[in-house]
């Protein structure tokens, strides 16, 4: 993970936006960091689903991008977050378009990607 994510996360996100939410991230698995203790401990979610195609330390549920609307239903989250992961997918369209649908709405995406200092919150 970049420290620019951590940095923008800091700087830009309120607990509010997390606060007694369903959080879903993409690409959970910890590779560099992970927003996810930043979240958990001082925002406080209700719920906070880590998916990855790899098992590892923050994945919960193995499972792919392209999946998940299949797996949850649509709007089934508040936030969905994805670090530096659609780089790594196969058809990140696909993936953009399953993040907006398993949104609630009024929910949030926070989405960066490798190679890009510009970090993003979306409000749908």
């Known amino acids: 993970m ?3 994510v951590l940095d923008f996360f800091l700087r830009n996100v309120s607990c509010e936006e997390f606060n007694n939410r369903r959080v879903l991230e993409i690409g959970s698995k910890f590779v560099n960091g992970s927003v996810r203790p930043l979240i958990e401990r001082f ?3 209700n719920e906070y689903i880590g998916i990855d195609i790899k098992p590892g330390k923050y994945v919960d549920i193995i499972l792919p ?4 609307i299949e797996y949850f239903g649509t709007e089934s989250f ?3 977050i994805s670090t530096e992961t659609l780089e790594h997918v196969f058809n990140w ?16 995406i926070y989405n ?3 190679e890009r200092i510009h ?3 979306i409000s749908i």
Not at 65 to 68: D, L, S
Not at 96 to 103: F, G, P, R, S
């Open 2 to 4: 970049n420290v620019a």
């Open 43 to 45: 925002c406080k979610p």
């Open 65 to 68: 991008a392209e999946k998940i």
């Open 78 to 80: 508040d936030v969905v």
């Open 93 to 108: 369209r696909l993936v953009i378009n399953n993040m907006k649908y398993v949104l609630k709405p009024n929910g949030y």
């Open 112 to 114: 960066d990607q490798v």
């Open 119 to 121: 970090i993003s919150r």
